[in-house]
Antibody, heavy 127, light 107 residues
């Protein structure tokens, strides 16, 4: 069965960096676009970033663009999120999620629904 | 950015009753709309994609409708396991955006 397991969260000071990982199993990882979605404590869901199958296309949310970098290693079935210049408002549970049918055409990429999600890893940024 | 607005924020329903949740987009998202269910301490679970297509394993009491800017998730007869928070999400435009959620609680 499909499994997504995140790790790498923890407590970090404002301005520092952290790298999250998400290990995938139960499906052909290299065939799917993958997302990071976060949820601040007691709040709703906020989309963070997406990366396509081969890693060549990446999109980011406005609040993290320029500070966070999404990447993947298909040989290790692993998705990453490098988070730099962390702020208190980045405190959240970070979930990785699989894009069910996202595709790219004519230089643009299109997402679909997120059909599998990991339990998440908690990142706490202290000021 | 497309803003997704869900209403009501909290829906109080008795078990066995019908629950109707609304989601409005600030501009058309055609049918590129998903619904998710989230229980405390758990990851979100996909219920509906394409505004009206149930995901694998989702009970038939869940149904989605709408297109453009107005969408509805209906739970025909609420079961105890359905009390949770529900989010809508558009995937028509970047960035992807979620509604603020509707909490369905036991009346």
């Amino acid at each position: 069965q499909v499994q997504l397991v995140e790790s790498g969260g923890g407590v970090v000071q404002s301005g520092r960096s952290l790298r999250l990982s998400c290990v995938a199993s139960g499906f052909t990882f290299s065939n799917f676009a993958m997302h990071w979605v976060r949820q601040a404590p007691g709040k709703g869901l906020e989309w963070v970033a997406v990366i396509w199958y081969d890693g060549n296309e990446k999109y980011y949310g406005d609040s993290v663009r320029g500070r966070f970098t999404i990447s993947r290693d298909n040989s290790k079935n692993t998705l990453y999120l490098q988070m730099d210049s962390l702020r208190a408002e980045d405190t959240a549970i970070y979930h990785c999620a699989r894009d069910s049918f996202g595709y790219c055409s004519a230089g643009h990429c299109y997402s679909d629904s997120l059909d599998y999600w990991g339990q998440g890893t908690l990142v706490t940024v202290s000021s | 950015e497309i803003v997704m607005t869900q209403s009501p924020a909290t829906l109080s329903v008795s078990p066995g009753e019908r629950g109707t949740l609304s989601c409005r987009a600030s501009q058309s998202v055609t049918s590129n709309l998903a619904w998710y269910q989230q229980k405390p301490g758990q990851a979100p679970r996909l219920l509906i994609s394409g505004a009206s297509t149930r995901a694998t394993g989702v009970p038939a009491r869940f149904s989605g409708s709408g297109s453009g800017t107005e969408f509805t998730l209906t739970i025909s007869s609420l079961q105890s396991e359905d009390f949770a928070v529900y989010y809508c999400q558009q995937y028509n435009n970047w960035p992807l955006t979620f509604g603020g959620g509707t909490r369905v609680e036991i009346k």
